[in-house]
């Protein structure tokens, strides 16, 4: 039996949190390219640069973002019965080739200066200038950070892992900039626009790995499976569990698994206990593609079943 509900207020709540999330993203994005533009050309500092560069891979990461989130919220069609939820970790991907891609050019621009050291001029200005940035930038990842623990977006929580990096970055701009200026030392600017390469790098590879792990299909974590095995275990109609399965797409989440009934009870009433198992399953998913297939008890399965006294076996048994 599958269950697919018509979106609740909840959802509907969730999703124009994310797309205002996406726009906020953007916006401030680009008003941080602005700054550090003028700042950069006045200073012309590497680790002004470096935050520059950033900021412009996050406002072209926002865009593919905003457009990801937006396509993904589009309902199930013909073409498309699960959903468009995989636009989102696809969005998580191209973020990370991005800020991958910003690492590699920073890292060069580093290294360059490595070799020809120049003074940084009005390092005042690119501090207040930092300054201002962190702020913007902090109110954008508490908002983040509120949105995807509500949501569980991939893609608002790529986006807020890298302007979580933002911050890290400008403390070291501000740092490089004040060593610079007020103790003369013009090998730290280069110096810290490696490290923060290597910083921004780092992030690339979890937003990565986060995307590819939702593309292939992961299985929930093994404590959310088994409490999800026992909140089904314990309608006193169900005497075992087995092949449970669970991966999500985007704001989406999918159940499937056999449940263990009476071989004697009637199909009006397996359908009644099935019911009662999604309305429990509900809270904890308000939207999500459950699939419900009924055995009789004793009846053989592929790998053992979960029962009430047993611990979670896992989604697929290994046969030798």
């Given at each position: 039996?599958?269950?697919?509900p018509p979106l609740s207020p909840e959802v509907l709540a969730q999703q124009l949190m994310m797309r205002?999330?996406?726009?906020?993203?953007l916006a401030v994005a680009?008003?941080?390219?602005a700054l550090k533009a003028a700042a950069w050309w006045w200073t012309d500092a590497v680790s002004l640069l470096a935050s520059l560069l950033d900021s412009t891979t996050d406002?072209?990461?926002?865009?593919?973002t905003l457009v990801a989130v937006h396509a993904s919220l589009q309902p199930a069609d013909e073409e498309h019965r699960f959903g468009h939820g995989k636009l989102e970790p696809l969005a998580g991907l191209a973020q990370s080739v991005l800020v991958l891609g910003s690492a590699i050019w920073l890292a060069v621009s580093a290294v360059q200066r490595l070799r020809d050291p120049r003074p940084v001029a009005l390092g005042v200005v690119g501090i207040a200038v930092m300054l201002i940035a962190s702020g913007a930038t902090l109110l954008l990842v508490r908002y983040q950070r509120k949105v995807s623990a509500a949501t569980r977006s991939t893609?608002?929580?790529?986006?807020?892992?890298?302007?979580e990096s933002d911050l890290l970055m400008n403390a070291v701009v501000i740092v490089s900039l004040a060593?610079?200026?007020?103790?003369?030392?013009?090998?730290?600017?280069p110096l810290l626009g490696l490290c923060v390469a290597v910083l921004v790098a780092r992030s690339a590879w979890q937003i990565a790995w986060d995307s590819v792990q939702l593309l292939m299909d992961r299985e929930f974590p093994d404590e959310e499976r088994r409490a999800l095995a026992d909140a089904v275990l314990a309608h006193p109609e169900v005497?075992?569990?087995h092949d449970l399965r669970t991966r999500r797409s985007g704001t989406l989440a999918f159940v499937q698994f056999h449940v263990e009934l009476d071989g004697d009870m009637s199909l009006r009433a397996a359908h009644e206990v099935t019911d009662a198992i999604e309305r429990a399953l509900r809270d904890a998913y308000p939207h999500a593609e459950i699939l419900i297939h009924v055995d009789p008890e004793g009846h053989p399965t592929e790998g053992p079943s979960i029962v009430r006294e047993s611990a979670l076996t896992p989604a697929v048994?290994?046969?030798p």
């Open positions: 039996m599958a269950v697919s205002k999330a996406t726009r906020a993203s680009i008003g941080l390219i406002a072209l990461a926002s865009g593919v893609a608002v929580n790529a986006d807020r892992l890298h302007y060593a610079t200026t007020w103790l003369g030392w013009q090998l730290i600017d005497h075992g569990v048994e290994v046969q």
